[in-house]
C-alpha cells in the first residue's frame, strides 16, 4: 500500500501584498536570530555589538550616510539597466564589461576634453559617450542572439573580460604618473568633468541622476508598449511571433538600453565617485546587482530598498573589522545568511505547503 506523504506543496493562485510583506518580515527576523548566533558561536561576541558597529560603519556620522547613499545609487543603477534585460529573459551576466566600456569611455573624454569644452558641456559629453559605449557592448550579445541564437550568457560574461583588457590598454597610454601602470585622479586640479555639488551635496547629481532612471524604468517596463513586449518576449518567444511581435527587434533594442544605462553606471562612478578609471571600477557591482533585480522582481522602487539593505551590509563590514578586529567577510557571511532567507522567503510566496489530507 503507498503511504501518502505528510506535507502536501502546491503552487499559490494568488496571495495578497501584506501576506507577502508579512512572510518577507518573518524571513529577516529568522535570518538575524540565525546571524545571532552564528556571531555567537564562531567570535564569542555579543552579536547586538556587532550589529551596532554594522550600523555606526554605514550611518555613523554624515560622510559614512553619504557614502552609503553614493554607492546605494550606484548599485541601484546597475539593476535598473539589468531589469529588462532579466525581465525579457536575456541573462545579460555582462554588466561588469558594460559599466567599464562605459566608464572608460566617459574618462576618455575627460582627458582628451579637459579644456576644449565648457563644464556643462563636457559633462553632456561625457554622459553621451558613457551611454554609447555601453549600449554598443550591450548591443554586440544581442545581435549575436537574435540572428544567431548564440549563448547571451557565455558571450555577456566573456565580453566582461574583454572590457578589462580594453581598460588595462588605455592606462598605458592615460597613466598618471608614468610608470604608476595606474590613471590617478583625473583632472584633480582642475575637476574638468567632476559632477558638482547639487543642494550643498557632493552626491547629489548622483541621487537625482539614477532616482530619475528609476521612476523612468518602473513606467517604461509597467504601462509602455515596449515594457508589454519585453513581457511577452520573456513568457514565449513563440506567442510573441505569433502576435505579431518582431522578436529580433526587442532583443537588440532592450539590450541596447540594458547596455547603455549600466554604461551610464560607469559615468556616474567616474564623474560622480571615483573620479578615475582601471579595471576594479566595476567592483563586482554588475554581479550583486543580478541579486538585486531578481530580488525585486524588476520592481525598480523595491531596488532602492534591497541596494539599500545590501550596500548597508557591506558599508559595515569596514567598521567590523577596525573596531573588533574581525574579517571583513564576517559581514559577508551575515549578508550571506540574511540573503539565503529573504530568497527562501520567495518560495513561501510563490508555493504553500499543507499537511496532507487523509
Known amino acids: 500500500m503507498k503511504k501518502e506523504p505528510f506535507l502536501k506543496m502546491s503552487r499559490r493562485e494568488k496571495i495578497s501584498w501584506q501576506k507577502r510583506l508579512m512572510i518577507r518580515i518573518a524571513a529577516l527576523i529568522l535570518s538575524l536570530l540565525v546571524c545571532a ?9 555579543n552579536p547586538f555589538d556587532v550589529y551596532k558597529a554594522i550600523w555606526d560603519g554605514a550611518l555613523g556620522s554624515e560622510r559614512r550616510i553619504w557614502i552609503t547613499i553614493r554607492d546605494t545609487m550606484i548599485l541601484l543603477c546597475i539593476a535598473i539597466g539589468l531589469a529588462p534585460a532579466f525581465k525579457m529573459r536575456f541573462w545579460n551576466i555582462g554588466a561588469e564589461g558594460q559599466i567599464l566600456v562605459g566608464g572608460a569611455c566617459a574618462a576618455a573624454a575627460m582627458i582628451y576634453a579637459d579644456d576644449k569644452m565648457s563644464p556643462v558641456l563636457l559633462l553632456v559629453v561625457m554622459f553621451v559617450c558613457s551611454a554609447l559605449g555601453g549600449m554598443i557592448w550591450g548591443m554586440i550579445p544581442a545581435v549575436f542572439k537574435a540572428y544567431w541564437n548564440t549563448n547571451e550568457t557565455l558571450f555577456t560574461l566573456m565580453l566582461n573580460y574583454v572590457a578589462m583588457q580594453i581598460v588595462t590598454f588605455c592606462i598605458v597610454f592615460w597613466e598618471n604618473p608614468k610608470g604608476s601602470n595606474t590613471v590617478g585622479i583625473i583632472n584633480q586640479s582642475t575637476q574638468a568633468g567632476w559632477l558638482p555639488e547639487l543642494f550643498g551635496q557632493k552626491y547629489g547629481w548622483n541621487v537625482l541622476i539614477v532616482l530619475v532612471f528609476t521612476v523612468v524604468m518602473f513606467i517604461y517596463l509597467k504601462y509602455s508598449k515596449h515594457g508589454y513586449e519585453i513581457s511577452v518576449v520573456g513568457e514565449s518567444e513563440n506567442t510573441a511571433r505569433y502576435a505579431g511581435i518582431r522578436v529580433k ?8 538600453i540594458s547596455g547603455a544605462i549600466c554604461g551610464i553606471a560607469g559615468f556616474v562612478i567616474v564623474s560622480g565617485a571615483s573620479h578615475t578609471i582601471s579595471t576594479a571600477t566595476a567592483d563586482g557591482r554588475g554581479f550583486t546587482a543580478i541579486i538585486v533585480a531578481w530580488l525585486s522582481k524588476f520592481n525598480t522602487f523595491i531596488m532602492l530598498a534591497v541596494s539599500f539593505g545590501i550596500v548597508f551590509m557591506q558599508q559595515g563590514a569596514v567598521q567590523i573589522a577596525t573596531q573588533y578586529g574581525l574579517n571583513e567577510n564576517a559581514s559577508d557571511v551575515i549578508l550571506g545568511i540574511i540573503l539565503f532567507f529573504l530568497i527562501g522567503a520567495e518560495f513561501f510566496i510563490n508555493y504553500k505547503v499543507e499537511r496532507a489530507k487523509k
Open 37 to 45: 548566533g552564528v556571531i555567537f558561536l564562531l567570535v564569542r561576541m
Open 249 to 256: 527587434k526587442v532583443i537588440i533594442r532592450t539590450m541596447a
